[in-house]
């Protein structure tokens, strides 16, 4: 999956969440979102991210390869584990969901994760499957594009909630 269809189905699936259940959407859990769904790509120096890296993706894809831990479950838990016990915040939560979003993606792809690395390096894949750059893919964007939209017009966004609040600067202090 392209970069951009990473985010905004990152930022979609959020904003139903934020919509459905009592998480406020706010800058900094769609910045959480939208990173978070980038993320696990750091495993590619050619991926937006891995341009981005300083030479980090290098290295990640030198040990591990491309869709290799990085789109395990083992590196979600461990990523999740330490970011949302160790410091709990709507960004920490959103990258958080923004990394499972994007696993998600690629298991859906014709690709496929290896969810169960490193017990095992079958990779897995939903029945419906997509090719990255494909027109299914396009259409993939524009409908959680719309999707995107429908839930900041619908209830993602409370009319009292401050969408811009910096909830990750604490103040009390």
């Known amino acids: 999956m392209r970069y951009h269809t990473h985010i905004v189905s990152s930022l979609a699936i959020g904003a139903g969440i934020a919509t459905y259940t009592s998480i406020s959407f706010t800058v900094t859990y769609a910045a959480g979102l939208a990173i978070g769904g980038l993320l696990p790509d750091i495993d590619e120096p050619n991926s937006y991210i891995g ?3 300083l030479g980090v993706a290098k290295q990640v894809k030198k040990a591990f390869g491309h869709r290799g831990f990085t789109h395990s479950l083992l590196a979600w838990g461990a990523i999740t584990a330490v970011l949302l016990f160790q410091h709990f915040s709507p960004f ?6 923004g990394y499972a979003f994007h696993v998600l993606a ?3 792809s014709s ?3 290896p969810l169960l690395w490193p017990f095992s390096k079958k990779r897995y894949r939903f029945i419906m499957t997509y090719r990255t750059s494909s027109f299914f893919e396009t259409l993939l964007f524009y409908c959680f594009l719309v999707l995107f939209i429908y839930f900041l017009t619908n209830g993602a966004i409370e009319e009292n909630s401050s969408f811009f609040s910096l909830s990750f600067i604490d103040f009390s202090e």
């Open 51 to 53: 341009r981005r890296s």
């Open 92 to 97: 920490t939560l959103g990258l958080c969901l």
């Open 106 to 108: 690629d298991y859906c």
């Open 111 to 113: 690709q496929g994760v």
